[in-house]
């Protein structure tokens, strides 16, 4: 089966330019993550779904960050205006049902460089 | 809220050398414990994943991980490692309400020596 599906997979933009990055997740899974891994870090999670509904944005930074998941299907994360801290790779990941005990499956993330 | 120290950054072990790779979790319920491996250019991979029952978990590629509630720990075993085991490793911990709200380690690196 096709995995997790993530585009752009590299993206440079200047500092205070928007950014937009597109997930897919893998058919039939019906909730989705986005997390931020910075250089030397593990990954933070920014926003679940289940479905097309916010399960937790906790730490989505929402005066310049913001998701959605249009049909429950694919998602997009949007950053407007990027500032240089936003460096990092992007991962979605999808896994199968409620209560997300199963197996999260991660797609290649996307490398965000903010000059 | 919920936390993970993975006190060694990187590790080197020799080819069919064991390896165990420490992790300590805070957390005020009983956790939900998971390892993943990050290989270079490729995505994260579960490793293997603790919810209960049985403290000695067993994942894919040889390894194991143990429980230990009294030690808030979750060390991650390898009998013999490969050279292709080479790679970063995350401890994560999920709340007991929503185990896919998951706060990782910073990792640690393998590096393998022939």
């Known amino acids: 089966e096709a995995g997790v599906a993530q585009s752009p997979r590299y993206k440079i933009i200047e500092k205070r330019q928007s950014v937009a990055f597109w997930c897919n997740p893998i058919?039939?899974?019906?909730?989705l993550y986005w997390y931020q891994q910075i250089l030397g870090q593990g990954p933070k999670l920014l926003i679940q779904?289940?479905?097309?509904?916010?399960?937790?944005d906790s730490q989505l930074p929402k005066d310049r960050f913001s998701a959605e998941r249009l049909k429950g299907v694919d998602s997009t994360l949007k950053i407007q205006p990027a500032k240089l801290e936003d460096s990092a790779v992007y991962l979605c990941?999808?896994?199968?049902?409620?209560?997300?005990?199963?197996?999260?499956?991660f797609g290649p993330g996307t490398r965000l460089t903010v000059l | 809220a919920q936390s993970v120290t993975q006190p060694d950054i990187h590790i080197t072990v020799s080819e069919g050398a064991s390896l165990e790779l420490r992790c300590n979790y805070s957390?005020?319920?009983?956790?939900?414990l998971f390892w993943y491996v990050q290989s270079p250019g490729q995505g994260l991979q579960l490793l293997l994943k603790y919810f209960s029952g049985d403290t000695l978990v067993q994942g894919i590629k040889g390894f194991e991980a143990e429980f230990k509630r009294s030690q808030s720990s979750f060390n991650l075993r390898k009998p013999s490692v490969h050279w292709s085991d080479a790679a970063e490793y995350f401890c994560?911990?999920?709340?007991?309400?929503?185990?896919?709200?998951?706060?990782f380690g910073d990792g640690t690196t393998l590096t393998v020596k022939p």
């Open positions: 058919s039939g899974h019906a909730t």
């Open positions: 779904f289940q479905n097309n509904g916010v399960v937790d």
């Open positions: 990941a999808s896994s199968l049902a409620r209560p997300s005990t199963d197996t999260q499956y």
């Open positions: 957390y005020g319920a009983t956790p939900y």
């Open positions: 994560a911990v999920g709340l007991n309400t929503n185990a896919g709200k998951s706060t």
